[in-house]
């Protein structure tokens, strides 16, 4: 039962587009990567919606993924699949951040992670355009939302971790009806097994950017970000970036909004947070390029953000320096820090990809990159509850007799 999915309101998609090239694709087919080999993405009758919905309406309908109905690409609501896709709440952390500093906890939704925003909609167009079977590529959160919003549809889906995706992860795409394969390799070797079963005819391929739609969900952070904060962005924002689905859709649900009239031309300073075992977008930042190589030898407690290669490079690169921000990268130990100065001081325990980005912004105020003046929001990917966590083996014997004041 979807009771929390409006029926009544109706789609203004007229066409997807090459992000390259900006050649037209038809938008009631099935497409995975656009003819140059790039991600489809998805655009609406901006000027139809305009005249059709305001910002004053918006605000009357309750708060979840599903308020912004006319700006996602799902025709037919019987096609949503929901398990509840909140508003995620923005968490002030003084303590460890700063006084402008917010989280934005995306671990509160189905599944703990925000991937729920990207897969809720990759499934709900799949089952509109009839797709049977579905294979995908996963550091662990991306599969973990696809088995739940497939399965719980009738949706096939067959996904390939690394080996040494954490535990947690591949038993729970298992538990939640996936088949799951552990790989002796990474992402992007996972990757290439998807795209070799896809054109043999096995299934339907996945992979982040890969198909237009989890784009649109993701896309949701931003519109949300808008709402939540008065119809004005923060100053800066720091994202965990892997595939960089997050920052794309949110520069594009910026764009929009501008479209609608919603918010005015002002941008915040984007910032890539990459760990510094796998940083392909901050090497290329870096070196001036527009497409990322990939990195050999990916290693990182952020499991999420493990992404040597990323077929949406260039659009993560453009949209970096055309906000004035940066891709930044931090070592595993100012991470483990960051996540354990937030759990202590704010009891917010974040993912180690959040971990990152508190981590990144930490080094952004010494180096002059931000000042405390300014409204920062950090994003939490993931719920911490997933990650393996330091031991805490005190034990006590309750027949001995017991020191309280040394407890
Ligand atoms: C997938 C993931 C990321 C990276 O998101 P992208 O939008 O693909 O760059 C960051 N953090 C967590 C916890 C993730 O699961």
Known sequence: MNHNVV??????????????????????????????????????????????????????????MWRWRELLPVRGTENIVSLGEIETPLIPIPASGGPRVLVKDEGRLPTGSFKARGLVMAVAMARELGVKRIAMPTNGNAGAALAAYASRCGIETIVFCPEDTPEVNVREIAMQGARVWRVNGLIDDCGAIVGKGAAEGHWFDFSTLKEPYRIEGKKTMGLELAAQLGWRLPDAIFYPTGGGTGLIGMWKAFDELEQLGWIGPERPRMYAVQASGCAPIVRAFEAGEEHAERWEDAHTVAAGIRVPRAVGDFLILRAVRESGGKALAVGDPAIMQAVEDCARREGLLLCPEGGATLAAYREALKTGEVDETEQVVLFNCATGLKYPMPPAPDTLDRHAEIDFAAL
Do not use: K, W
Not at 10 to 25: A, D, N, Q
Not at 32 to 60: M, N, Q, W
């Open 7 to 64: 029926t009544d309101r109706p789609t203004f998609v007229t066409h997807l587009e090459c992000s390259i090239s900006g050649e037209r694709y038809d938008a009631d087919r099935l497409h995975g990567l656009s003819r140059a080999g790039r991600p489809l993405l998805v655009r609406y009758d901006l000027a139809a919606v305009r005249a059709r919905l305001s910002r004053d309406e918006v605000e009357t309908r309750q708060t979840d």
